[in-house]
């Protein structure tokens, strides 16, 4: 049952999407999806922020922590059955800052 409206919704998706270029042309933007969505019936506003950029310190760190992690992850999957670093620890936080992620 899930796989046939998971399907559904793909067929629903790519029929939408054909719609709008074909309404659009090739050159249709996500704000020509969303209009052509909401039939122009609410005032909305699509904003960008730009990454910030990392510097060559933070950089530096990742390569080092990427290193490291190539090594640990084994024995960390073997031992808690789960890998990586959650920003939600003292140690993730400092990795996510020293790297540049969070």
Known sequence: MIKQETNSMYLRSKKLLAEVIE???ETAS???AI???IDGTCDYEIREYPRPRKTSSQRLWTC?????FLFVIPFQWLLTGKTGVTSKTKLGR???AMSGEG
């Open 94 to 96: 400092r990795v996510c």
């Open 30 to 32: 996500a704000k020509n």
């Open 23 to 25: 309404e659009h042309g």
């Open 64 to 68: 080092f922590f990427m290193f490291v």
């Open 35 to 37: 209009d052509y969505l």
